[in-house]
DNA sequence: TAATTTTATTAACATTGTTAAGTATATTAT
DNA sequence: ATAATATACTTAACAATGTTAATAAAATTA
């Protein structure tokens, strides 16, 4: 019976948004069944009739909010931009997103979420944004074809630290501005430092 | 009167290294002021005598697990290497220390603890510790002296990023030790593609 | 319309951090 | 040494939380 299940869908629906709204304004910390609930219009205990519990709805606001971070950044995709560029900006407005929404990289990123439910962990990733650029960037002898892995590799880390480090270290107090330009220095580095000498 | 300030810090001492205890096996989620209490071999409410709150506590565990951290670290340090060598020693060895310690470093990395008491602020860091190498690596021709910042924040940052990859993708199950191999081989990546050309 | 299944709510429970009131212990003054 | 006082600790209580069970309401089917 399909109706039944699109009407499930729905009301699930009501809950993950109910619920990414609160996380979004009130922080991970302060979302309780209780809210959601209310928020969505139903009492708090119906969650229970669509969730197995509180950890499997923030799960699927993580991956929403992960898709929505996704949408955001494919905006700034435009072929204008020389790869270099492009990879730089993908990587800076990656980092935006979650900077200017640190509820949302604490609950993606640092929450306990425990078992991912299969369902969830094949969506459009970023990563495979970066790993197609650098595949390009590598044709146009930015870097060697036999560097992309790592280089993959390490920028996804240090970018995922850096955010981390930002949004974590409240004393710090660091400059989102600088920060940015620190991601872009490390781009540049990264990519010419490796440049295929074409004259060998 | 300088005894009641030595009885207080040997309390509170009591209760700190309950709690890390706790945190160590139980977990970070696990762990509550009625347990710290017991192990502790107190009330729970003596708790609130010596500290603001439960965060306050979890704060002074946070930095003990850091000086813990570098005190396994830095038991590495040895003359005999390369200082190459040494620079992916001190990364292995930390990355290790967490890897080996996963609910430590939620507690260090992924809590919120908010605000950090100023004396807490200054001990013995790690970040000192790569940086004194760096300089010394950029002395024996391994990097550009203009580089050491940049690599100092990027090693840094992507260090971070995969522990946090690491420990909190259940799902993924990456092999400790092929991400160890992963860390050599950035290391190397970054100081061998930036070594100073002598015959320039 | 009656019977049944589905959906939602209310009430209750155990656990949590935290506080206030009270009790024991140690310190000081006489 | 004993009374007065300050310090250290505990017990009891509170409000808030996630979760479940019992119950009511609504929708679907017969």
Redesign the pocket.
Known sequence: MNK?NL??QR?MRFFIDAAKEIIKTEGIKN????RVGETAG?????I??YFK???TLLTYCAFDFLEDCYEHVITFKDDKWDCKEQLIIYNIEFFKYFAENPEIFKLVYLEDLGKIPEELSKRPSISRLILDNLNESSKKGYLQKNSIDLLLELMGASIHGKLLFYLNRPNENQDLDFVLQVIEKEIEFLLNNNEVKNYE
Do not use: F, L, V
């Not at 979302?31 to 209780?34: N, S, Y």
């Not at 139903?42 to 119906?46: F, G, R």
């Open positions: 039944r009407q499930k009301i979302i309780t069944a209780r139903y009492s708090y205990a119906t229970y009739n519990d509180m950890n």
